[in-house]
């Protein structure tokens, strides 16, 4: 049942929320409406709007300054970069390898120069050897499977590193008949 005093009562007495939807001054006058939960009721008012009470102002006194001492941030580590003469061809990821670039490896130092490339993308080694070999080394972190890095060589590898293993491959066979491993 409607009550008179609180329209917003209903159904003996029975009280549900009213959330306020919109307000709009005109002319010191506020239109509320209002929505109940439950049962669909809704209901709007007229009266006169009434400015929200100040909030106390706090007092600022003035305090001598005193020298702020800084307080150092925290300085990220640097990613280490692996110097020169950790990997056979440090130029293998930069620019286009030559005969003369490879021209002096062994076999084996032919095969991990050309599995270098795929490890400094985090391809993981089924090859116990090579995966032992790359283990040692600082900047290696394995974290993609061989099957799905062979897969999408193209999309890990730049150009000029695909033209390089290829390349490499290519040299390790005409030298020595096939992959050291």
Same mark, same amino acid.
């Given at each position: 049942?409607?009550? &008179?005093?609180?329209?917003?009562?209903?159904?003996?007495?029975?009280?549900?929320?009213?959330?306020?939807?919109?307000?709009? +001054?005109?002319?010191?006058?506020?239109?509320?409406?209002?929505?109940?939960?439950?049962?669909?009721?809704?209901?709007?008012?007229?009266?006169?709007?009434? +400015?929200?009470?100040?909030?106390?102002?706090?007092?600022?006194?003035?305090?001598?300054?005193?020298?702020?001492?800084?307080?150092?941030?925290?300085?990220?580590?640097?990613?280490?970069?692996?110097?020169?003469?950790?990997?056979?061809?440090?130029?293998?990821?930069?620019?286009?390898?030559?005969?003369?670039?490879?021209?002096?490896?062994?076999?084996?130092?032919?095969?991990?120069?050309?599995?270098?490339?795929?490890?400094?993308?985090?391809?993981?080694? #089924?090859? #116990?050897?090579?995966?032992?070999?790359?283990?040692? &080394?600082?900047?290696?972190?394995?974290?993609?499977?061989?099957?799905?890095?062979?897969?999408?060589?193209?999309?890990?590898?730049?150009?000029?590193?695909?033209?390089?293993?290829?390349?490499?491959?290519?040299?390790?066979?005409? &030298?020595?008949? &096939?992959?050291?491993?």
């Amino acid at each position: 049942m409607f009550n &008179k005093k609180n329209p917003m009562r209903y159904f003996s007495g029975s009280t549900f929320a009213r959330l306020p939807l919109y307000k709009l +001054a005109a002319g010191g006058t506020a239109v509320v409406l209002t929505a109940s939960i439950g049962l669909g009721a809704f209901a709007a008012s007229v009266g006169p709007l009434s +400015a929200p009470e100040p909030s106390p102002t706090p007092i600022v006194t003035a305090t001598p300054e005193t020298a702020a001492t800084p307080t150092p941030s925290p300085t990220p580590s640097p990613t280490p970069t692996p110097s020169a003469g950790s990997y056979i061809l440090p130029d293998s990821a930069a620019r286009r390898l030559t005969q003369a670039d490879v021209a002096g490896l062994t076999w084996e130092q032919c095969c991990l120069a050309r599995n270098e490339i795929y490890a400094r993308h985090g391809r993981r080694f #089924k090859n #116990k050897d090579i995966a032992a070999y790359f283990a040692e &080394k600082d900047w290696y972190y394995p974290s993609i499977d061989a099957s799905v890095f062979d897969a999408n060589q193209n999309s890990y590898l730049s150009e000029d590193e695909l033209y390089n293993a290829t390349f490499m491959l290519g040299y390790e066979k005409r &030298k020595f008949g &096939k992959s050291y491993y």
